[in-house]
């Protein structure tokens, strides 16, 4: 288990890494300027989002739940947890306006990622039962 935990938390800061090297190549071409502690910061956001985002997929390892209910936690706990570090980090502004932009744009890369992740492993589920027969 701990192993586990290692592998997907290491998986979890390599993708936040990458995200934040693309946010900061944008900022770079866009030609923003930010204070060392500022990069710093965000960093460290990124970083959190990304461990816990690799330690909620656990959820999907209990099969004694249906999808549903693995789905439905996993949606709810992520976008409590990101919308309270997006708060705390200052990336989404407390206004209505911004919330809302905020929520929607989160649903649209949530379901991309679910989607994205169902085809692979249906695909994985119909080459595995063709290798089979």
């Known amino acids: 288990m701990v192993v586990e935990l290692m592998k997907r938390g290491i998986v979890g800061i390599g993708f936040a890494g990458i995200f934040t090297f693309i946010a900061l190549t944008i900022m770079k071409i866009i030609e923003v300027e930010a204070s060392v502690d500022e ?10 989002v990304g461990i816990y985002f690799s330690f909620a997929s656990f959820i999907f390892d209990k099969n004694e739940w249906s999808l549903l209910k693995q789905l439905g936690l996993h949606f709810t706990l992520s976008i409590v947890v990101y919308f309270a570090l997006a708060f705390g980090f200052g990336w989404v502004p407390a206004d209505p306006i911004s ?11 949530y379901l991309i990622f679910w989607f994205s992740i169902r085809s692979y492993l249906k695909k994985m589920a119909s080459s595995m039962n063709n290798a089979v027969k």
């Open 99 to 109: 919330i809302s932009i905020a929520v929607v744009v989160f649903v649209i890369i």
């Open 39 to 48: 990069v710093w910061l965000n960093m460290l956001g990124s970083l959190i």
